[in-house]
């Protein structure tokens, strides 16, 4: 296998190269970065194990597949509100307290809190649509940046039964491709549509559900927020022709702006179960949070037609959350981290969410102190390498217990050294389809697992 590098192509600092694994390559050329941000701060590079994209970007500031600390995750959010909010012509704060805690992670946290407690007033209603599952704290953070006049719900893959997906579009190039939306009304009259993902690199999934959303609820102003926008000019010019068909505005911001060309295979293998080599068995407990947060009382169900009648927490936008609500989960978020910073056993702490559960987590974990560290399980199947500069070099693989035809994927855990585990699970599961997982946690060398359901 070939050595990794990742170099500048040429002298200009806005051109890059990675050269990822074997034959595989992407050039990047920068055209727009508003709050001139190194690109090492922002995302590593990885091989997908994924026929339709061989590559990922993976995020440093995203808390989905890299560990990070939670203030960092929450405050590029509030970078793409603030960036919404000179869109939208409203008051919006000075850009320095930004940059310096997205470059500085040691600021983060003061950055985020002073934009907290100075939250932006937007000039006209907004509605928030995040994208499962990547994007569900990325667009929960954006919303969450405004004190008024808002809405946030995210897209979910997960089906229920006793509910009808008032939006259903494609994500094409992704391994799972479905979404859904249950909020009952995700957008109302004189509204603007804010759309939140990750990245966009043709911008297909953001015209699918713009095409859906303006078919049954008309606006005339839309927005596509992202932290990285590689869409080439052909591209760009899909968002026009929609724009002029439909008779509305769509216009786009995001953290880095360029272009992006790709050479070489994919990779095709899934990664196997990576055993732990340390001969730490860890404890592990279970933790309930019940009654800390409301509940939806559904259900859903998986491939092979079972269904879990736990509840789903409400307030994580899977449903609709309005701004009127985020002073009562804010007090429920610091309850629930008090209580859980407690429990702490040591000095350096790993708090992980579970797939589209991930906002929640990353707000209770901010709260927990000093020494913790954010990320999320994912559905993201990486091919691991561990020879740096390579962002995956560990993966650990498992069926999902909300649907075991699923697998899940936990990454860079065991070289860490964390003195203790936080596991975020929204609902309670079987004990049998826990079990694989449970195991797996019990192997990563952390002497002290604890599973937090939180509904």
């Known amino acids: 296998m070939s050595r990794t590098t990742f170099t500048h192509q040429s002298a200009s600092r806005d051109k890059h190269t990675y050269d990822i694994m074997g034959d ?88 985020y809190l002073q934009l907290q407690a100075n939250r932006l007033v937007p000039p006209r209603p907004l509605a928030f649509i995040g994208f499962a599952e990547t994007a569900t704290a990325l667009g929960h953070s954006m919303y969450d940046a405004f004190a008024e006049g808002c809405r946030y719900v995210h897209t979910t893959r997960e089906l229920i039964p006793e509910l009808t997906s008032s939006i259903s579009f494609e994500e094409e190039h992704s391994h799972a491709t479905a979404h859904r939306c249950y909020a009952e009304h995700p957008v109302q009259a004189g509204e603007s549509i804010v759309l939140v993902d990750d990245e966009m690199t043709t911008g297909k999934t953001a015209l699918n559900i713009i095409r859906e959303l303006h078919q049954k609820y008309p606006q005339a102003d839309y927005y596509v927020a992202s932290l990285l926008d590689w869409r080439t000019a052909q591209d760009q010019a899909r968002f026009d022709e929609l724009a002029r068909e439909l008779d509305i505005s769509i216009k786009t911001l995001s953290l880095i702006k360029g272009e992006m060309v790709a050479e070489g295979g994919p990779i095709l293998e899934a990664p196997r179960a990576k055993q732990s080599e340390s001969l730490v068995k860890a404890q592990v407990e279970q933790i309930d949070l019940h009654g800390l947060f409301d509940v939806v009382p559904v259900s859903s169900l998986d491939a092979a037609g079972e269904r ?31 209580r859980l910073r407690s429990m702490r056993t040591g000095n350096k702490t790993l708090c992980l969410g579970t797939g589209e559960f991930m906002y929640l987590p990353m707000r209770i974990a901010a709260e927990m102190g000093e020494g913790v560290a954010y990320h999320s399980t994912t559905r993201s199947p990486i091919h691991p390498h561990q020879e740096p500069p390579y962002a995956i070099w560990e993966a650990h693989a498992y069926p999902s217990p909300d649907d075991p035809t699923i697998r899940h994927f936990l990454y860079n855990v065991t070289s860490h050294q964390y003195d203790d585990l936080f596991v975020f699970l929204e609902r309670q599961v079987k004990p049998e389809r826990l079990a694989p997982f449970v195991e797996l946690l019990g192997n990563l060398g952390i002497e002290r697992v604890r599973l937090v359901f939180v509904s």
């Open 24 to 111: 595989l390559k992407v050039h990047v050329t920068v055209t727009e970065n508003p709050f001139d941000l190194p690109l090492d701060a922002l995302f590593s590079m990885a091989a997908r194990i994924n026929k339709k994209r061989a590559f990922l970007f993976v995020s440093k500031v995203l808390g989905k597949h890299l560990a990070v600390d939670p203030y960092v995750s929450l405050l590029s959010g509030s970078a793409l509100a603030v960036l919404l909010q000179r869109e939208l012509n409203g008051p919006a704060p000075a850009t320095e307290l930004i940059i310096e805690g997205l470059r500085d992670r040691s600021q983060a946290k003061r950055a």
């Open 308 to 338: 879990n009648l736990a509840p789903y927490i409400g307030c994580t936008g899977r449903f609709a959350i309005e701004s009127s609500a985020n002073a009562e989960v804010d007090s429920r978020i610091t309850a629930a981290a008090e």
